[in-house]
């Protein structure tokens, strides 16, 4: 069983996976977690990434997969991305899909403006 | 170096046995950490594919050997499954990478099937046989290229 911590903030919703791998193993649960999450609240979902340091093609197709089921409620975001996880998002051309803000500050700033 | 890993057919393996390689490739100091990742993830991909789509026995083994020389690193897995089709061995050997057509909009992205061409993206060459009943991958990472 995978652990997420929460916060709420104006306009969006922080999650943050803790855990560091996000691959075929765990990447069912997350999703439907994270979908779960975001359906209730209705919120832009931001997920914080700090604690994750690999993300295989079956986490990816899981954040792609949230992306998608949370149209209504905002969508998803990242933030606190580490080069090797961004490789995977560019690698994909995902990095044009998603908002990925280097860290949590920036990421909170544009979702204020 | 030339190190031999055998592991049993275990999705749970997957994490141990390309940390496993990544920390091996490490050791021969030529790898830069991108590099490094690229060596994990192709290894993840393509064991993921193996689990999940190859129809192993229960008892079956994979075998994933390790080998460096003239800044080359190259990684062998074997495994004893069903032989891939001609479309599938060439989907992993051709040099064309498909990645998802953004233009479509967000609900006709994938969420799956992006394995294969990680692999292609992650390695600077892969070649694919059946023989001996057995399906033969090789992964060649070239450190003497220059990082793109």
């Known amino acids: 069983m995978i652990s997420f911590e929460q916060e709420t903030h104006d306009g969006f919703l922080l999650v943050r996976p803790a855990f560091n791998r996000l691959d075929s193993l765990v990447a069912p649960e997350f999703r439907s977690h994270i979908v ?75 979702q204020a403006a | 170096m030339n190190i031999k890993i055998t592991i049993a057919n275990d999705r749970n393996q997957i994490p141990i046995v390309s940390q496993t390689v990544r920390n091996l490739c490490s050791m021969t100091e030529s790898a830069e950490p991108a590099a490094l990742n690229k060596i994990e993830l192709a290894v ?48 992993y050997t051709d040099d064309e990478v498909c990645m998802p057509m953004l233009d479509a909009g967000i609900d006709f992205l994938p969420v799956n099937g992006w394995g294969v061409q990680l692999i292609k993206s992650a390695c600077d060459r892969i070649s694919y046989e059946r023989a001996d009943q057995t399906n033969q991958f090789s992964m060649e990472f070239d450190f003497s290229l220059e990082v793109s």
Do not use: W
Not at chain 1, 55 to 78: M, P
Not at chain 1, 92 to 102: N, S
Not at chain 2, 65 to 82: E, L, M, P, S
């Open chain 1, 36 to 110: 779960e999450l975001a359906q209730e609240q209705e919120k832009l979902v931001v997920l914080d990434m700090i604690n994750v340091s690999f993300v295989d093609s079956s986490g990816l197709g899981a954040v792609v997969g949230c992306h998608k089921s949370t149209q209504n409620s905002g969508g998803i975001a990242l933030c606190n991305v580490s080069d090797d996880v961004k490789e995977v998002f560019t690698l994909t051309h995902m990095d044009r899909i998603f908002d990925i803000h280097d860290d949590f500050e920036t990421c909170a700033q544009k």
């Open chain 2, 44 to 91: 993840v991909e393509l064991l993921t594919n193996i689990f999940d789509y190859g129809n192993l026995e229960v008892e079956s083994e994979v075998i994933v050997q390790c080998r460096f020389k003239d800044d080359v690193f190259t990684v062998d897995i074997a495994d004893n499954g069903k032989p891939l089709s001609a479309e599938q061995a060439q989907m």
